[in-house]
Nanobody
Framework: QVQLVESGGGLVQAGDSLRVSCTASGRTFSSYAMGWFRQAPGKEREFVAAINRSGGSTYYADSVKGRFTISRDNAKNTVYLQMNSLKPEDTAVYYC?????????????????WGQGTQVTVSS
């Protein structure tokens, strides 16, 4: 069983940067590919970014490519999402998720473990 806890959300202005983190319990964090998803009010949860077990491969949604960076520190059981040049349309609750296996996925249904989410609000 893996428990995920996000942190680092907040209120920022358009153009600002913010880093959210997700820390996992347990000793098997490096066994999981990790992803970040977000959900805005009235919208479905959408894929943001994902990273494989080693951190050597990443994948991004087109809407955040070039602005967001996903990374992980397996020694700290933590995955990060660095968000630059934030836009009001990035406002959402951001969730981290974990799935067994080497590779990542953009399909939220393939992730078994989820955090509780952290709110990111970008004002114009």
């Amino acid at each position: 069983q893996v428990q995920l806890v996000e942190s680092g959300g907040g209120l920022v202005q358009a153009g600002d940067s913010l880093r959210v983190s997700c820390t996992a319990s347990g000793r098997t964090f490096s066994s999981y590919a990790m992803g970040w998803f977000r959900q805005a009010p009235g919208k479905e949860r959408e894929f943001v970014a994902a990273i494989n077990r080693s951190g050597g491969s990443t994948y991004y949604a087109d809407s955040v490519k070039g602005r967001f960076t996903i990374s992980r520190d397996n020694a700290k059981n933590t995955v990060y999402l660095q968000m630059n040049s934030l836009k009001p349309e990035d406002t959402a609750v951001y969730y981290c998720a974990g799935r067994s296996g080497v590779s990542y996925s953009s399909d939220p249904n393939s992730y078994k473990y989820w955090g509780q989410g952290t709110q990111v609000t970008v004002s114009s």
